[in-house]
């Protein structure tokens, strides 16, 4: 999930960055009258700016079709599944802690997966969810 992130900020940059250059593509076409004088605007900043726009589309479709929905049954019985603190974890096992910690983590997730210290989270609703493994689907 953290690589769909990355594809929606880096899509939307680019696209972006990419309509800025038609857009000074443009204001440098329209002031010249003769059209030799015109293909340095279109060679340097309208053409890159539309390749630009087209790579930034690409991108964020991408990251729209990595983006996972949520799975049947993930939410606790009576749940309004607009929130996302009612989502069950990910994994068929408890969430866990770091004592003093303040994320909750799948089992599995590198970061408490060989910590002796662990212990459930016990749904402790101050806990946020791990950047890395993310316990709860969005």
């Known amino acids: 999930m953290p690589t769909a992130r990355f594809l929606l900020w880096g899509g939307l940059v680019a696209a972006a960055g990419g309509a800025l250059l038609c857009v000074l ?4 076409i329209s002031g010249e009258r003769f059209a030799e004088r015109q293909l340095p605007y279109l060679a340097s900043c309208t053409v890159p700016g539309a390749a630009l726009i087209v ?11 990595r983006t996972p929905a949520r799975p049947a049954g ?3 019985p009576g749940a309004d599944p607009t929130d996302p603190d009612t989502a069950v974890p990910s994994s068929g096992e408890p969430p866990l ?5 303040t994320l909750a983590h799948r089992p599995d997730c590198p ?5 002796a210290d662990a212990v459930p989270a016990a749904g402790d609703p101050a806990l946020a969810p791990c950047p890395v493994c993310e316990p709860w689907p969005p």
Do not use: F
Request: aromatic fraction near 8%.
């Open 111 to 115: 970061l408490v997966a060989d910590r």
């Open 97 to 101: 802690r770091v004592p003093g910690g």
């Open 55 to 65: 790579a930034g589309a690409v991108l964020i479709g991408t990251a729209a079709t």
């Open 25 to 28: 593509g443009w204001y440098g």
């Open 74 to 76: 993930s939410l606790r």
